[in-house]
């Protein structure tokens, strides 16, 4: 039922495309995150709440239908909703179902409840297409309520001695999360304007991060000392943060869990925290499926695929696309493990799954 060609994802005979990276009629869209929703499509369809996010990075005036999980729609006989996939807010898995065939696009997922995103929900199919970030055994993250414990402890010591707290995440998703568990009685809460934008756009459907306060240019030194600020991963080592020292910095992402990752990032502390599923996450959310074709895309493809081909006797296959995952801090050459020689890359114009 579903193709990847040079747009993306695209099912014929509803003439739609899922998280497509060229300009195409009907996007449906399985969250906000700039490598799944690109700009140019005449229509997109997405969860509700990614809906204000969409109008914020590809336009105001872009054409945008919001539904809500479980919803069905229903186009030239195929059946299409959105269900939970608990990557960021808003984040949703596609159903498609047609003469009993059924296919789920799972777009970025994980599996631990974060407390803010709707927790992943998994949804029985033939077909399953899965992203594999953290597709290797060396990934096995901590629970979510550890990691902010440790983030709350290392802001308290850090306001303590004076030090400002900068903690590095992504502006949309992961930002939030860390806001959302930050104790509040540690000291204020300030974010860089890209996080705010984000939280100002999410503030449409109910979330509220108005205590995370904007980074005015009236502030002082001497009001940031001390305080905690979440800061999207562009602003390590830029100018920007002049203004907080002395401040300690640290970053949040699975990548984190690598031995080395910090140091090479040059940050003061690594929070082991991501948005993607680990290693036995991704096992456990297959086996849900009770999938037996399953596409493997970003991140370690072809190590994974082979894995769930050799030891859970699956059909998968590695498929090229232009999803990047968790990638801007960029630390998989920890791994001395190759993707090169397991299996070749789909090159074809056009792969048929």
Request: glycine share 8%; with cysteine.
């Amino acid at each position: 039922m579903l193709k990847f060609n040079d747009n993306g994802i695209y099912c014929e005979q509803a003439d739609v495309y899922i998280d497509p990276w060229g300009q195409v009629d009907r996007a449906i869209i399985t969250h906000a995150h700039s490598d799944h929703a690109r700009w140019g499509s005449r229509h997109y369809l997405a969860h509700h709440f990614s809906v204000p996010i969409l109008r914020w990075r590809l336009g105001a005036d872009i054409n945008a239908t919001g539904i809500e999980y479980g919803e069905e729609i229903t186009i030239n006989g195929v059946k299409i909703s959105l269900h939970p996939a608990g990557h960021i807010i808003g984040s949703a898995q596609v159903r498609l179902e047609y003469k009993g065939e059924i296919w789920v696009v799972s777009g970025d997922y994980k599996l631990q409840d974060d407390g803010l995103s709707t927790p992943f929900e998994p949804v029985r199919c033939q077909h399953f297409i899965t992203e594999s970030t953290f597709g290797l055994p060396v990934y096995r993250f901590p629970s979510p309520t550890m990691v902010q414990h440790d983030i709350n402890d290392w802001c308290a010591k850090n306001a303590a001695i004076g030090k400002t707290s900068i903690v590095i995440g992504y502006a949309l998703g992961k930002a939030q999360r860390i806001i959302a568990n930050l104790d509040r009685s540690i000291a204020p809460i300030y974010v860089h304007g890209a996080v705010h934008n984000i939280n100002n756009a999410l503030a449409q459907n109910g979330f509220d991060f108005s205590y995370a306060k904007p980074i005015e240019p009236s502030l002082t030194k001497k009001d940031l000392q001390g305080v905690i600020v979440v800061a999207p991963p562009s602003a390590v080592g830029s100018p920007w943060l002049k203004r907080f020292e002395p401040y300690s910095e640290a970053i949040c992402s699975g990548w984190m869990q690598l031995r080395g990752a910090r140091r090479r990032r040059g940050a003061d502390r690594g929070f082991v925290m991501s948005d993607h599923c680990d290693w036995q996450q991704l096992n456990d959310a297959i086996k849900a499926t009770g999938a037996e074709n399953i596409y493997v895309t970003h991140g370690y493809k072809s190590i994974y695929a082979k894995w769930l081909r050799d030891d859970m006797h699956l059909s998968a296959t590695e498929v090229d696309t232009l999803y990047e995952g968790e990638t801007i801090e960029g630390e998989k050459e920890e791994i001395n493990q190759s993707e090169s020689g397991i299996a070749p890359p789909l090159n074809t114009e056009e792969q048929s799954l």
